[in-house]
T-cell receptor, first 111, second 115 residues
């Protein structure tokens, strides 16, 4: 069965430090891949998406993600975290036309 | 990206009452839309998928008679929580499918609290 895994429930980083949030999926083919960010009490904002082509995808707010087919992964990265990046991050994949969300990773940024 | 609105953003109601949540796409028309529910500190769970002009398809475990979905037009969908109970308290999010590259556009969500 298809699944999306975000192994890290919660991550704490210092402001200015680098960040990597992990996402793995289980599917026979390459799905469409997304990363969303959700601030408390808010809806989802799309950070970036991957459909095909260059496996390193640039998104908004300085985020990027790299699709690695061999590892079935689509990890999100940012070189230098800002305090405003504190939020919940969801990886999502589309199988067919249905979205499947990971369980989310909560990011805390400390001064 | 497309703009999706939800109304109300927050609603508090008494147990046993019904609550209607509206979801509108403001700048495009979509034949397919989705309703999700999100409990605190948890991920989004798909409740149902609907196509304009046809009945919604509900996910396993979601009561169709309790969560009435009306996909009235290409720009408006409504979710009515009938006879709401405290366990229905949740964050409800709608989304529209842009129909050509599988991207969905999400509304800002509606926080429902049932007393």
């Amino acid at each position: 069965a298809q699944s999306v895994t975000q192994p890290d429930i919660h991550i704490t980083v210092s402001e200015g430090a680098s960040l990597e949030l992990r996402c793995n999926y289980s599917y026979g083919a390459t799905p469409y891949l997304f990363w969303y960010v959700q601030s408390p009490g808010q809806g989802l904002q799309l950070l970036l998406k991957y459909f095909s082509g260059d496996t390193l995808v640039q998104g908004i707010k300085g985020f990027e993600a790299e699709f690695k087919r061999s590892q079935s992964s689509f990890n999100l990265r940012k070189p230098s975290v800002h305090w405003s990046d504190a939020a919940e991050y969801f990886c999502a994949v589309v199988f067919g036309n249905q979205f499947y969300f990971g369980t989310g990773t909560s990011l805390t940024v400390i001064p | 990206g497309a703009v999706v609105s939800q109304h109300p953003s927050r609603v508090i109601c008494k147990s046993g009452t019904s609550v209607k949540i509206e979801c509108r796409s403001l700048d495009f028309q979509a034949t397919t839309m989705f309703w999700y529910r999100q409990f605190p500190k948890q991920s989004l769970m798909l409740m149902a998928t609907s196509n304009e002009g046809s009945k919604a398809t509900y996910e396993q475990g979601v009561e169709k008679d309790k969560f009435l979905i009306n996909h009235a037009s290409l720009t408006l969908s409504t979710l009515t929580v009938t006879s709401a109970h405290p366990e229905d308290s949740s964050f409800y999010i709608c989304s529209y499918d842009n129909s050509h590259d599988n991207e969905q556009f999400f509304g800002p969500g509606t926080r429902l609290t049932v007393l």
